[in-house]
């Protein structure tokens, strides 16, 4: 059974960066899928920031794409999380998960996400 | 950016039928997923694949996907169904995941 649970300071700073750990237990992150982190700011929805591969092939959010890093180690069998300048704004629950892929017409790979972490709050304030 | 757009509130009573609807720009061309969240929860995959259901998640739920509306069907509605739900897409123009922005199904 595969689970992921997330890892990181609860409060932040404004202007630091903020840094998450996902680690992925029940399956080898190098056997394959995409990996990534879906945020959700208090009282609001689902945004989803970014995946990344073994390999480290990457999908990142445009809107957020400046200022988001997605790493994995494999050899911890866990991905990473960093976003910079962090402003109030930032402050959500953050989840991570499994991205499965479906082949859609002329090769098109759409993705969704089947496992879930727990998520973990984070707070920006000074 | 692509833009996925549903009722924020769909009420129905125990044993009826509820229909949450997800509107995009031709959205019947697209693999729409959908998720159910209960409060202080993380999002659970009901269905996958416009009409697919994982392992676990009960026939009620079912799924379709047309022309610019993609639609989550709750049939047999439970007082254990009352959650937000979300739709999603992967938008393959610029490689992301898109969410629209959630329905709260009330059981009454």
């Known amino acids: 059974q595969v689970q992921l649970q997330e890892s990181g300071p609860g409060l932040v700073k404004p202007s630091e960066t903020l840094s998450l750990t996902c680690a992925v237990s029940?399956?080898?992150?190098?056997?394959?899928?995409?990996w990534g982190w879906i945020r959700q700011p208090p009282g609001k929805g689902l945004e989803w920031i970014g995946s990344i591969y073994h390999s480290g092939s990457t999908y990142y959010n445009p809107s957020l794409k400046s200022r988001v890093t997605i790493s994995v180690d494999t050899s911890k069998n866990q991905f990473s999380l960093k976003l910079s300048s962090v402003t109030a704004a930032d402050t959500a629950v953050y989840y991570c998960?499994?991205?499965?892929?479906?082949?859609?017409?002329?090769?098109?790979?759409?993705?969704?996400?089947?496992?879930w972490g727990k998520g973990t709050t984070v707070t920006v304030s000074s | 950016s692509y833009v996925l757009t549903q009722p924020p509130s769909v009420s129905v009573a125990p044993g009826q039928t509820a229909r949450i609807t997800c509107g995009g720009n031709?959205?019947?061309?697209?693999?729409v997923h959908w998720y159910q969240q209960k409060p202080g929860q993380a999002p659970v995959l009901v269905v996958y694949?416009?009409?697919d259901r994982p392992s676990g998640i009960p026939e009620r739920f079912s799924g379709s996907n047309s022309g610019n509306t993609a639609t989550l069907t709750i049939s047999r509605v439970e007082a254990g169904d009352e959650a937000d739900y979300y739709c999603?897409?992967?938008?393959?123009?610029?490689?992301?995941?898109?969410f629209g922005g959630g329905t709260k199904l009330t059981v009454l």
């Open positions: 999603q897409v992967w938008d393959s123009s610029s490689d992301h995941g898109v």
């Open positions: 029940g399956y080898s992150i190098s056997s394959g899928y995409y």
């Open positions: 031709n959205i019947g061309s697209k693999s």
């Open positions: 694949d416009d009409s």
């Open positions: 998960a499994r991205h499965r892929e479906i082949g859609g017409v002329a090769g098109t790979i759409y993705y969704y996400m089947d496992v």
